[in-house]
């Protein structure tokens, strides 16, 4: 069961942006990750849930989206998340916790997929501009991770790893999202 939902488990970049999330299901995603283990159990981490069209328009223009694929801007309006986690360290209690922040990441995304959605995790952005945007002080939050929601509306396959090695993701002329993966025997040391 577990295996099936990390197949699913896609970074999807398009959605069906009028899909709206309800702010209880980003609630639950989120105390899903609140019980997974963290570093000497700080627990540092902190999640400001975006759910509103307006509160979405704030965070989207400081995402830098699928930096494997050069001739593409990002979602088009239609197509963009529907709702966002932002992943924060609160600088009171800790820091460097970037462990903690990938163990909750993906159980939200997991806790997404369970419940029907899917999402992707952005590193590329300009944090800052986000934290003021959403009205958050960059001197007690450090903006780790965004995690960005909805309803997904490509399709992403998994692939082998071709001759070449590359493990560069790509898209056909039918935008489906491929995504090469290493064989277990390839992995296994």
């Known amino acids: 069961m577990l295996k099936d939902l990390v197949k699913k488990c896609r970074s999807y970049r398009r959605f ?10 980003l609630k639950d995603m989120v105390d899903t990750a609140r019980l997974t283990g963290c570093t000497k159990n700080c627990q540092g981490l902190k999640f400001k849930l ?3 069209p307006e509160e979405c328009a ?9 930096g494997a694929l050069k ?14 986690v932002l992943v924060l360290e609160d600088l009171s209690i800790g ?3 970037m462990w903690d922040e990938g163990i909750v990441s993906q159980t939200i995304m997991l806790s997404a997929v ?13 944090r800052v501009e986000i934290l003021e945007a959403v009205e958050l002080d960059p001197q007690r939050y450090s903006l780790a991770l965004v995690l960005a929601l909805g309803k997904p509306k490509e399709e992403v396959r998994m ?15 039918n935008q489906v999202h ?3 993966k290493r064989a277990l025997e390839d992995i296994l040391v």
């Open 178 to 180: 491929y995504v090469p």
């Open 58 to 66: 704030k965070v989207f223009p400081s995402l830098l989206w699928a």
């Open 50 to 52: 975006i759910s509103t």
């Open 95 to 97: 820091k460097n916790l």
């Open 71 to 84: 001739d593409w801007d990002g979602p088009a309006d239609g197509e963009r998340p529907s709702a966002y």
């Open 16 to 25: 069906f942006q009028e899909v709206s999330i309800p702010y209880e299901d």
């Open 159 to 173: 692939v082998p790893v071709g001759e070449d090695g590359s493990t560069t993701y790509y898209r056909d002329e």
């Open 114 to 126: 369970e419940k029907g959605y899917g999402g992707c995790m952005i590193g590329s952005c300009k």
